[in-house]
Nanobody, 128 residues
Framework: QVQLVESGGGSVQAGGSLRLSCATS????????MGWFRQTPGKEREGVAA???????SYADSVKGRFTISKDNAKNTLYLQMNSLKPEDTAMYYC??????????????????????WGQGTQVTVSS
């Protein structure tokens, strides 16, 4: 059973916006460090943004000022608001959680310790 379900991907023109959602029935967003990753074929996976239970966040330099990670603890849902999208943002986007509840947002983004639980991904395509 998939524990993390992403949605909200799609196709948009450069400069546009999308909001990704990641709903979880297993993990409490108020208790775990969670994040968003992206990957394109032939490239390494990149940790885009992460957020810990107290709301502290961490972002990749490539998305700072354009993307915002947030969570709704009442809905157990993680979000990624993506503004000013660029063609280079095109990728499959995945949400992930640290089931052990021990990692910092930086460690989760860097996959420092691995052991993450992953969603199935949602495709984002940005055209120029």
């Amino acid at each position: 059973q998939v524990q993390l379900v992403e949605s909200g991907g799609g196709s948009v023109q450069a400069g546009g916006s999308l909001r990704l959602s990641c709903a979880t029935s297993r993990y409490s967003t108020s208790s775990y460090c969670m994040g968003w990753f992206r990957q394109t074929p032939g490239k390494e996976r990149e940790g885009v943004a992460a957020i810990v239970s107290d709301g502290y966040t961490s972002y990749a330099d490539s998305v700072k000022g354009r993307f915002t990670i947030s969570k709704d603890n009442a809905k157990n849902t993680l979000y990624l608001q993506m503004n000013s999208l660029k063609p280079e943002d095109t990728a499959m986007y995945y949400c992930a959680v640290d089931p052990a509840g021990l990692q910092t947002p930086e460690e989760l983004r860097g996959e420092t310790y691995g052991g993450l639980d992953w969603g199935q991904g949602t495709q984002v395509t940005v055209s120029s």
